[in-house]
């Protein structure tokens, strides 16, 4: 096929987190490209963020590696260790089993745009800064288990 | 980790395509992403084209999915039904399977820039314009399967 044509995929604004902390992701918006394409052996996901929106909460995944590509806009890039800026043509990688949770947010006043893509199988993962994990059923529970 | 510095990543310039197909890509050059970052689900490639260098012979995969996102500059698509231009943030897919065999090739007077990711699995594949397959083991053979 010749390139993507974006504006004809469907943009989704939705997440499964629970409150409070769907309301940081309320200014995402996701165009699943792999499932629009055809693609089945990692997916893509092309994330426009509005000003103050986050990618997710700050994570990682156990099984599933992850790779970003900035391509408009700026990004605060957060991390264990501190924040980065990500400016258009940046790159970032993230290797699964790693558990330094990143994610990225929109502090600026302008839209930012980037592509995301995740390969591996879902084994569940964590959040860095609140009490949750994801399982490889894809439900959201507390440290301890009990679900939300 | 923070973003990847391409800079300290070293540029492959070569190549295994037999003489003459090797002439079409002798100005690009390849950082490979994924070793560099320790992602092993997909593999991510940022890849630099001279002015006149192709990013490979036109083929196809029958195993991997291809992704490709436009950094900079200016590249042609081509396909069996044509070409389209591509610039900076534009996004092509190409499912495994499709014998549409695809390149980009860079016809402008500047360098180009793109990322380009592949998934699944090696089963080998084909060239669209020219005498050459590649099979499961990285070797490049006739379409008759005698070696080059």
Known sequence: MPKID??????LNRTGYP????RDVAGRFVRRLSPATGLTDFG???V??????WSSQR???DGEDEFL?????EALLAEDDG?????????????KGSTNGHHVRNESEEDCSFIV???GTNTGGGYSDIDMLFTADNRYVHKDGTPY
């Open 6 to 11: 974006l504006d004809s995929i469907e943009q």
């Open 19 to 22: 409150p409070p902390f769907d």
């Open 44 to 46: 893509v996901s092309h």
């Open 48 to 53: 426009i963020l509005k000003p103050g929106a």
């Open 59 to 61: 994570h990682w995944h």
């Open 69 to 73: 590509i900035m391509l408009s806009g």
């Open 83 to 95: 924040t980065t800026v990500l400016r258009a043509g940046d790159c970032a990688a993230w290797p």
């Open 117 to 119: 893509m995740g390969g």
